[in-house]
């Protein structure tokens, strides 16, 4: 039985990985989802203390690449050059993506690891030549089972469409080299049953299965109408199957072939999150290539689900492409990367609206965060002249806080760091957030503050305490999900002189109570959230 990512020993790397995106266009709101999510696990990890390599990339071969660069009047290699630099990289930094490498596949470091790989399964005789002849979508790369293809209607009625591009598959006819796919079904299967979580979400698992218990046909691995690919390397008249070459970026980017130390480190995986678009390449192909290789398996393959605009999924092709940047320019960079995670179950196809963004915006961020932030931040500065007072006076009320905070960190561990539920990780601190709200309310701390006996002046103190400390506390949690608020917010409780750098604390120990040393100068700094502006044209 193949080993997996997850069993991986020693000093690896937690290692996780997104698709490499075809640069045909810029990117979108999907994109930037799967990426921003693989950025909030690999932080997560980070501040467990573990070691972490998040990988993305590019995706740069293929006839779709070929044909749009054609369309612009450039080469494919100026075309995906400018799309790289000008569009995909400048993102993920915007969107605060701190990724350790991106990968391309016109790299040479990828194409010469690629050839060697396929010449490897050729010399063990598990790619012969043969012909082919199917129905062909450009958009996936990826010729087509009939049972896959639906009925066209209006101006395409009378063809079959792709199902996921919605346009007219091309019936091609070619000579190609095939990997002997069909022979791995029973060996996947019975890799399925050995390691339930594979796959997931379920859903997912249960149709890659089905899909293999019906039988496997071998796979074309080779071009040979258009050149736009790495070359077969015994036979140049060939390019490599597009997504042979992709897939093998999750190893060449990690030094298969070229640096075994890093290599034996860090693969394989222990995350592949996807699109369910591209499932079976991931759950199906890659695993038997790197079984025929006779190397481990990846942890888990995570399908997200399809992010609609009005029953649509969003892309180019059916007009519903939005770009991060229209979002990110109203309500920031952090709140974007927290709305997609906390509004969508991770896994699940989930609706994007405006409206829905602005309302969770308003009440979640900055009314129960920002305002609390605020409220505290003002208090401690007037009653205390902006140091933190020490608490003395605890009872029920504090010790329900402290227990509150405790509960949060295991739940959102649990379920970000372990079960990529990234929305009940998210909820788990938001409940918090609204405990913490509800205990100021409950204390009153504006009347307790009129009592000016050492008992009342302790009392207030201990409320002050407590609530700057819950804040702590959601500071570390929320780093990995919006890491510049959670940084104003540390900087604000006077943190980063007392207790260093926020990046260096574990998100397992956010809930130790009595970090914040009595003492420390709190500040209200600028707002978390501001309101928003009214919703651009």
């Not at 930037?32 to 997560?44: F, P």
């Not at 909820?427 to 006996?453: C, H, M, R």
Request: with cysteine; proline share 5%.
């Amino acid at each position: 039985m193949a080993a997996t990512g997850s069993e991986k020993q020693g000093a690896t790397a937690y290692y996780v990985s997104t698709p490499i995106y075809y640069v045909n266009d810029a990117p979108h709101l999907g994109h930037a989802y799967t990426t921003v999510a693989g950025d909030v696990l690999t932080r997560w990890h980070r501040q467990r203390g573990e070691k972490v390599w998040y990988l993305t990339g590019t995706d740069e071969h293929g006839q779709k690449i070929m044909r749009t660069a054609e369309a612009n009047d450039v080469t494919p290699q100026a075309w995906c050059d400018k799309l790289v630099e000008e569009a995909w990289k400048p993102l993920w930094e915007h969107l605060d993506i701190a990724n350790d490498d991106f990968i391309r596949t016109t790299e040479k470091r990828h194409t010469d690891r690629v050839q060697e790989f396929v010449q490897d399964l050729y010399d063990k005789d598990e790619i012969y030549k043969g012909g082919y002849e199917g129905p062909y979508c450009v958009g996936c790369e990826e010729y087509k089972l009939p049972g896959d293809l639906i009925d066209g209607e209006g101006e395409f009625a009378g063809q079959k469409l792709c199902p996921i591009h919605k346009k007219p598959v091309e019936l091609l006819k070619e000579e190609n080299y095939f990997f002997k796919l069909s022979e791995y079904g029973p060996k996947l299967l019975e890799f399925y049953a050995a390691n339930p979580g594979f796959i997931q979400p379920e859903s997912a698992r249960n149709e890659v299965v089905n899909f293999v218990e019906q039988g496997l046909q071998d796979l074309s691995i080779s071009r040979s109408t258009f050149d736009w690919g790495v070359p077969v390397p015994w036979d140049e008249k060939h390019v490599i199957y597009v997504w042979i070459d992709a897939l093998l970026n999750y190893a060449t980017a990690v030094g298969y072939g070229a640096n075994q130390e890093k290599f034996e480190g860090t693969f394989p995986a222990n995350v592949h999150l996807i699109g369910k678009d591209i499932l079976r390449f991931h759950s199906v192909i890659w695993p038997a290539m790197l079984m025929a290789q006779g190397l481990p398996l990846p942890g888990k393959v995570v399908a997200n689900g399809w992010l609609m605009v009005g029953g649509e999924k969003m892309s180019k092709s059916n007009l519903t492409g939005i770009k991060p940047q229209d979002l990110t320019s109203h309500f920031g960079v952090d709140a974007y990367r927290w709305y997609f995670l906390r509004a969508i179950a991770y896994g699940s196809d989930g609706s994007f609206s405006w409206e829905d963004f602005t309302a969770r915006y308003t009440s979640e961020l900055a009314n129960d965060y920002g305002n609390l932030a605020s409220r505290v931040a003002a208090m401690v500065g007037k009653y205390f002249g902006g140091a933190l007072p020490e608490a003395t006076a605890a009872g029920d009320a504090e010790r329900a806080v402290q227990e509150g905070l405790a509960k949060a960190v295991a739940t959102a561990d649990l379920k970000i760091g372990e079960e990529l539920d990234f929305q009940g990780g998210i909820l788990a601190i938001f409940e918090f957030v609204k405990q913490v709200n509800g205990y100021i309310t409950e204390q009153e701390p504006w009347k307790v503050a009129k009592d000016s006996t050492p008992e009342g002046q302790a009392r207030l103190a201990t409320i002050l305490y407590t609530a700057a400390e819950s804040l702590r506390g959601v500071a570390v949690l929320l780093n990995a999900v919006m890491p510049d608020t959670s940084q104003k917010l540390w900087d604000s409780l006077g943190a980063e002189e007392s207790l260093g750098a926020l990046a260096d604390q574990r998100v397992q120990d956010a809930g130790t109570w009595g970090v914040l040393p009595a003492g420390t100068t709190v500040t209200k700094g600028a707002v978390l959230f501001p309101r928003l502006e009214e919703k651009p044209a």
